[in-house]
C-alpha cells in the first residue's frame, strides 16, 4: 500500500540558511500534519492542513511557514536555520472524516542537520 | 489541554518474556489513545488506537492495550516480547477539542535481552 512520502530524506544547513521539506500524503487523503522531534525527544504538532486551509497550529516558530497545494502535497519552509532546528521533520496523513481524522499514517521523518 | 506520560524512560526484558508498558493521559473528557512504535531512524507506526467501546484493543504485531478511565491509563501490553520489538514507544493522545493533533508522551525504549 502506498504510504507518505517526504523529501528529502536527509537534508543539511547552514546557520541562517533556508530549507523546504515536503510531504506528499497517502492517496485520498486530505489532511497533512507537520510534526518536529528533536534528538532524544517526542514528536512536537507544528501545523495542520486540510483542503489546503490551515487547520491546527502548535508549536511552529513565526520563521517556518508550511501550505498545502491543489494535489494535497504539503510543503515546510524554514528560514534564518538555527542550530536548534536540527531535529526529525514528520509529515503525517489522515482522511479528515470523523474519528478517521486521528488515525495518522506517518512517513519516513526527513533528518535535517544544521551547521 | 491534553497531556501525556510515560514514567519508564528504558525499560529492558528478556525475549520470550511478557511486557508491559505504561502511559498515563490527562484530559477532561473522552480521550482518542494511541501507541506508536519507532525504530532507530525510522518513522512511527500505529500498533492500535482506542476511540471508544470495548476497553481492551488489540493491535498489530500482537500488542494489546487496555483503556481504564479510573486509572486514567492506557498501558500496552505483550505476552511474549521477541528480539525485533526492541524500538521506541510512543503513546499519545487526540482530543476532540484540539482539532485532529496528537499529543505525545515522551516514548520508552524497549531493550530486548537474548
Known amino acids: 500500500a502506498a504510504g507518505v512520502i517526504q523529501s528529502p530524506r536527509h537534508l543539511i544547513k547552514e546557520k541562517r540558511e533556508t530549507a523546504t521539506l515536503k510531504c506528499y500524503p497517502i492517496p485520498r487523503h486530505d489532511t497533512v500534519y507537520w510534526y518536529q522531534q528533536g534528538p532524544g525527544q517526542d514528536p512536537q504538532f507544528l501545523i495542520s492542513f486540510y483542503e489546503k486551509m490551515q487547520s491546527d497550529k502548535g508549536s511552529i516558530p513565526d520563521r517556518f511557514s508550511a501550505q498545502q497545494f491543489s494535489d494535497y502535497h504539503s510543503e515546510l519552509n524554514m528560514s534564518s536555520l538555527e542550530l536548534g532546528d536540527s531535529a526529525l521533520y514528520f509529515c503525517?496523513?489522515?482522511?479528515?472524516?470523523?474519528?478517521?481524522?486521528?488515525?495518522?499514517?506517518f512517513g519516513p521523518g526527513t533528518r535535517l542537520t544544521v551547521l | 489541554a491534553q497531556s501525556v506520560t510515560q514514567p519508564d524512560i528504558h525499560i529492558t526484558v528478556s525475549e520470550g518474556a511478557s511486557l508491559e508498558l505504561r502511559c498515563n493521559y490527562s484530559?477532561?473528557?473522552?480521550?482518542?489513545l494511541f501507541w506508536y512504535v519507532q525504530s532507530p531512524g525510522q518513522g512511527l507506526q500505529l500498533l492500535l488506537k482506542y476511540f471508544s467501546g470495548d476497553t481492551l484493543v488489540q493491535g498489530i504485531k500482537g500488542f494489546e492495550a487496555e483503556f481504564k478511565r479510573s486509572q486514567s491509563s492506557f498501558n500496552l501490553r505483550k505476552p511474549s516480547v521477541h528480539w525485533s520489538d526492541a524500538a521506541e514507544y510512543f503513546c499519545?493522545?487526540?482530543?476532540?477539542?484540539?482539532?485532529?493533533?496528537?499529543?505525545f508522551g515522551g516514548g520508552t525504549r524497549l531493550m530486548v535481552k537474548p
Open positions: 499519545a493522545v487526540g482530543a476532540v477539542n484540539a482539532g485532529n493533533m496528537l499529543t
Open positions: 484530559y477532561g473528557a473522552t480521550p482518542y
Open positions: 503525517a496523513s489522515s482522511l479528515q472524516t470523523g474519528l478517521a481524522g486521528f488515525e495518522q499514517f
